[in-house]
């Protein structure tokens, strides 16, 4: 698994359809994260939504499984420091 170079601002709780203003990816309903750190996208359903902040600062936002969630070592660093956002 490789580390990210975008940084996780926020894992919300739940996914919910329209949350952000200009859904990049993730609408579908599907993981929009690449699973356990491969080149392919997520066919689980994206049970979170996560914002991200890239390194020139542009946000990006995308639903997120619980695989990644739970394994990603990113996230779970997050959500050691931070936990979910309940929104």
Avoid: Q
């Avoid at 200009?22 to 914002?51: W, Y």
């Avoid at 969630?69 to 660093?77: I, L, T």
């Amino acid at each position: 698994m490789g580390v990210m170079k975008s940084r996780i601002e926020k894992i919300y709780r739940n996914h919910r359809t329209g949350r952000f203003p200009n859904d990049t990816k993730g609408s579908g309903g599907k993981c929009s994260a690449h699973s356990a750190g491969s080149s392919f996208p997520c066919d689980e359903d994206g049970v979170h939504d996560v914002l991200l902040r890239e390194e020139d600062g542009t946000p990006v936002w995308w639903a997120a499984c619980e695989t990644w969630v739970r394994k990603h070592p990113d996230a779970v660093k997050h959500l050691e420091r931070h936990g979910f956002v309940d929104e």
